[in-house]
């Protein structure tokens, strides 16, 4: 499996990462070498063998359903690239 | 002072030989002096420092002092500080003052411990050698032309040049334990789940890991014990009572002279085989060679999927590091690009200039590997390795009680030598990998040296929740031997 | 070609928000309508480092609606990641479920159309999943930009899917109304459209009947069922009209306008074909033991489709009546009570009472049956004495105004307080029967001369003449008599 330009521009943009036309040739040739790399998995045949998601097979842990949280959000908005009335301001939203 | 144990820090605060404040100070200095060259922090907050130290020394005055009330430590930058700057070593972060605490921070916090500063990393724990860092490379204090390894490389860094007496550190594909044994000092990463996750920046969930870097794995033992623990807030960490791990080390050996006898050590073959630099291979076996003068015996076992591990962690990894780095997205914290158009194209460019390129990188193979038509081919094969894998060591350790072997398969290399090459990064973790696709536990202690003077690790890899046993096992070691009490000359 | 030519296929998704105190994944309050972000913890704003932690309230509701569509309660299930990029989705993924949701399966049915064109169908449910909410992107202008608002994000939505088993609008609606009711019967959901509590999308094509299905266009957020309606009526015959034109179906997620009445193709989904799924590594495998699916099952009241069917078999209802009656718990709740203290004899009247008199008093002063003035005792009271005949029908219902208005605490308060006891005593009636037809020997005549009408305005008379108090029967009976018939 070998990405092509066009896949590596697809892949991009899912990620919302910009790519130059300059960079997009020498990324291409890396995550090739990366991919090629991974390739080495697709030799062991696997079937029957059950996908393991975490390394502790336990079950989730349930919170009980109360407020714990209390207004923290001036704290929390003073890292914030742009804020207004209380809002995280982002440039128009069109649906 | 400075090359003092945790224990000895501990005896001299009690006994009013130094304090705190002189302890902090102490350090601080050595970092104004000699982090210039090596790069090994990047936030170091001397007037909150004093502050720690002051009330440190308040609480020792008082007899209600813990075992590390007063010690100075450093935290990987990847630890959330309330009020410090916390950047995961990214562009991304480099404006972001943390509105809370870590639960590591909280509990290392909460135990009296004075944070010096945050150390330098890799870029969100992702790379092999600190070279990935916004903040520059960190350098290696036993020769500062090479790598001190990564991606928790800062802390191993300190901790070798004794900057700081013990540091936090992460762990993912081998993070604590690659730099531990490239610097010369001594790493653990505990079991999948025993130390919280809240508050530790996610590079791939399932992998990330907390552990710590200290002179000797009985400094390990304390840290150790202070961070590991239940936390409700963190979904993947475990309900087991806590542990002092510490208890185990002090327990007296039957037979003095050979107080590891009854342990059964397993040696990979696939450990062993080519790849491994003669130099390691020599200072590694040797320490083997005292293991069994100590009274251990070794077996033979096979682990025949481990050449497997690094293919699936990169892309369990990845994939899981591409979920975990959207919300980076420039809208209510970290990094906006100046300019931008509309809403994508702030997202696009504020995430491409706030990101480096190794990041981008796996953030475009895990987007990869988990799109549409991949999923089965990639992601969950991989899923089915991580599965043989961890059958592999649950098969070894029928025959064997700790699994033995080099931590990396070279020494420190020179900076900027493999930083053109991603996969010949990746294949630097060869040895450390596979534990984290299992969730076991994993050791690095000195073990000697290489060409050059360079520093060899051994890895110690421990059934689950076998941390005791691991930190254990290393301290007879470090009883009978003193590699880890070498230290690099910049540190004189 | 005309729109019988072409056959409607309406699958519905509906979200609802679940009840709990606080938010599915951190410990934030849920309530509605306070100031942007202030209800936005950690958690829900995603800050680096944070993790979630599952609710079990939202778990519990899950279970309660399992049981209520006799579906399956997966004994375990997964939640995964949605990827995909928008400002009111801070992590830049939603936690859901994918493969393995809570709940599979299960049916509801509903009752279309009135009167003899009325018919029952049953609707099977696809699945439900527990997710959690979005924040609020706000358009107002802020210099151009949007504001985002995240008190919303971390909502626990329990999204419920239909099988595409709707013909029609009208079924749609018939659907969307009795999952509603449900929601609210067994208390998982308050139901609140306007606020947002319950959202429904419509995934809607149209077909040759008898053809392979064809390609859907999906309607997303409709909060009323109302737009529900309008929205599919305009895709459908969008849908036809483009097809009839020799044209082909794109599938899109489409949004309603209310005051356009039109669909129109959102512009936001562009990555909607590759949302990345795979299962949350920060979140374990959900498990749900037999014996917690078993004390939930305990605790869950009648059901809707039980109490309609006891309402049928046991008191005597008819399907249309009993439908009605258990449209909503709060009505079928104020019916049970009423009947439990008139006794079971009296169901079909208190049945009555409840869909008339009081159905459209309630109506007019716009109360909710929880609200209303007459209890189901006082109600139980009335019917009781119009049965046993100390009241007319007709004064029953001066009796219930009186009790609507507060006048009495009891309709045997009223009855007494206001003289409005039926008089029953053969001799008074008598009398003034007598009276009456020494009055009106026009109307005598004219019953004589055949004309039965003349009757009846004998009788009203004798009613007027009582205030309405006369036995109704007696009068009947003695006025015949003595008119020789």
């Known amino acids: 499996m070998s990405l092509s330009l066009e896949d590596v521009r697809k892949i991009s943009s899912l990620a919302r990462l910009d790519l130059s036309e300059s960079d997009a040739e020498a990324t291409r040739s890396k995550l090739n070498g990366i991919l090629e790399l991974v390739e080495q998995m697709q030799a062991i045949d696997t079937s029957g063998v059950e996908p393991m998601s975490h390394p502790q097979d336990v079950a989730q842990r349930l919170r009980d359903d109360a407020v714990t949280e209390t207004d923290r959000r001036d704290d929390f908005q003073r890292v914030a690239p742009q804020t207004e009335a209380g809002l995280y301001l982002v440039p128009k939203v069109i649906e | ?492 | 070609m005309s729109r019988n030519d072409w056959e409607v296929v309406i699958g519905l998704e509906v979200h609802a928000q679940l009840n709990t105190a606080s938010k599915i994944f951190s410990g934030a309050s849920t309530a509605f309508g306070s100031e942007p972000n202030r209800q936005a913890s950690a958690v829900d704003i995603a800050l680096p480092g944070v993790l979630p932690v599952l609710n079990r309230g939202a778990v519990e509701r899950a279970i309660r609606f399992g049981l209520a569509i006799d579906a399956q309660v997966a004994p375990k299930s997964v939640f995964a990641r949605k990827n995909y990029f928008y400002p009111d989705l801070p992590k830049g993924y939603q936690i859901s479920q994918f493969e393995l949701p809570v709940v599979s399966g299960g049916t509801i049915t509903i009752r279309v159309g009135e009167g003899d064109k009325a018919y029952e169908k049953t609707v099977n449910l696809t699945r439900a999943h527990l997710e959690e909410d979005a924040g609020k992107s706000l358009h107002e202008d802020f210099h151009g930009m949007s504001g985002i608002d995240l008190n919303r994000a971390g909502t626990p939505l329990l999204e419920i899917v239909s099988e595409p088993d709707m013909r029609s609008s009208a079924e749609a609606v018939a659907y969307a109304r009795a999952l509603h009711a449900l929601v609210r019967w067994i208390e998982i959901c308050d139901g609140n459209m306007q606020e947002g509590s319950f959202r429904c999308d419509a995934n809607v094509s149209v077909r040759r009947p008898g053809g392979p299905l064809g390609t859907r266009r999906e309607i997303k957020n409709l909060n009323s069922f109302r737009f529900l309606q309008q929205a599919i009526d305009f895709e459908v015959q969008w849908q036809i009209e483009r097809l009839e034109d020799g044209g082909t179906i794109q599938q899109a997620t489409v949004l309603f306008d209310p005051d356009t009445g039109e669909t129109r193709v959102m512009r936001t989904k562009e990555d909607a074909h590759d949302y990345r799924y795979f299962p949350d590594p920060d979140l374990m495998p959900l498990v749900i033991v037999p014996e917690w699916i078993d004390r939930v099952r305990e605790q869950l009241p009648e059901l809707p489709a039980a109490m309609k069917a006891r309402f049928i078999d046991d008191y005597g209802l008819s399907a249309y009546d009993a439908t009605t009656l258990t449209a909503s718990r709060e009505v079928a709740t104020y019916y049970q009570a009423a009947v439990d203290a008139a006794g079971q004899a009296q169901a079909k009247t208190c049945a009555n009472w409840v869909m008339g008199d009081l159905a459209a008093r309630l109506n007019k002063a716009e109360l909710d049956v929880t609200a209303s003035p007459v209890s189901p005792t006082q109600l139980a009271g009335l019917v009781t004495r119009i049965a046993d005949n100390t009241i007319s029908n007709a004064i029953g219902k001066k009796v219930f105004d009186a009790l609507w208005n507060g006048e009495g605490d009891s309709a045997d308060d009223i009855i007494e307080a206001q003289g409005l006891k039926q008089v029953t005593d053969s001799g008074a009636i008598e009398a003034m029967i007598d009276e009456v037809l020494a009055a009106n020997q026009k109307s005598v005549d004219e019953f004589r001369a055949g004309k039965e009408k003349a009757f009846n305005a004998l009788v009203g008379q004798v009613m007027k003449a009582s205030r309405g108090k006369a036995n109704p029967a007696q009068v009947n009976e003695i006025l015949r008599r003595k008119l020789g018939g």
């Open chain 2, 1 to 492: 002072m400075i090359n003092a144990s945790l224990t000895e820090l501990r005896a001299a605060l009690d006994a009013g030989q130094t304090s705190s404040v002189e302890l902090a100070n102490l350090f601080l200095d050595r970092i104004d002096r000699l982090d210039g060259t090596l790069n090994s922090f990047i936030t170091v907050d001397r007037a909150r420092a004093l502050d720690a130290a002051r009330a440190a020394d308040a609480r020792i005055a008082t007899g209600s002092a813990g075992p590390l009330t007063g010690i100075p430590i450093a935290h990987k930058d990847v630890f959330c500080t309330q009020g410090v700057l916390t950047t995961c070593g990214s562009r991304m972060l480099s404006n972001f003052v943390s509105p809370y605490d870590a639960h590591v921070v909280e509990l290392l916090g909460r135990a009296g411990a004075v944070m010096l500063g945050k150390t330098n990393m890799d870029e969100f724990a992702m790379g092999s050698s600190n070279e990935n860092s916004h903040f520059g490379a960190v350098r290696n204090p036993w020769n500062t032309d090479r790598i001190p390894g990564g991606s928790s490389g800062g802390s191993a860094a300190a901790v070798a040049a004794r900057l700081v007496p013990a540091a936090t550190g992460t762990d993912t594909g081998g993070s604590v334990r690659q730099p531990a044994a490239l610097t010369g000092v001594t790493g653990i990463k505990p079991t999948y789940g025993v130390v919280s996750r809240y508050g530790m920046i996610a590079y791939a969930s399932s992998f990330d890991q907390a552990g710590v870097f200290a002179a000797s794995a009985e400094d390990c033992a304390l840290m150790l014990s202070a961070i590991a623990g239940f936390d409700p807030r963190d979904s993947t960490s475990l309900e087991r009572p806590a542990e002092d791990y510490s208890l185990a080390l002090q327990q007296s050996a039957a037979e003095p002279a050979r107080p590891l006898a009854g342990l059964r050590i397993g040696l990979p073959e696939e450990f062993f085989g080519d790849g491994l630099a003669a130099d390691v291979r020599a200072a590694v076996e040797a320490a083997i060679e005292e293991y069994r003068r100590l009274g251990a015996t070794t077996v033979a076992v096979k682990l025949p999927n481990a050449k497997l591990a690094i293919p699936a962690y990169y892309v369990l990894a990845p994939a899981e590091a591409s979920s975990n780095l959207s919300r980076f997205d420039g809208v209510r914290y970290g990094h906006r690009a100046a300019e931008y158009g509309d809403l994508d194209d702030m997202y696009r460019k504020s995430r491409a200039e706030g990101f480096g390129a190794e990041v981008k990188r796996r953030i475009l193979v895990g987007t990869y590997v988990l799109s549409h038509g991949y999923y089965d081919a990639y992601y969950l094969q991989a899923q089915k390795l991580r599965r043989l894998i961890a059958e592999d060591f649950r098969a070894a350790f029928t025959q064997c009680d700790v699994i033995a072997g080099p931590t990396s398969p070279t020494t420190a290399w020179a900076i900027g030598a493999k930083t053109d090459d991603p996969v010949q990064m990746y294949l630097s973790d060869i040895y450390t990998i596979a534990v984290n696709l299992a969730g076991l536990p994993g050791l690095s202690h000195p073990a000697g040296f290489g060409d050059g003077g360079l520093p060899v690790g051994l890895q110690l890899i421990g059934n689950y929740f076998d941390e005791s046993r691991l930190l254990g096992t290393a301290h007879r070691y470090q009883q009978a031997t003193d590699w880890h009490l070498r230290r690099p000359a910049i540190a004189a």
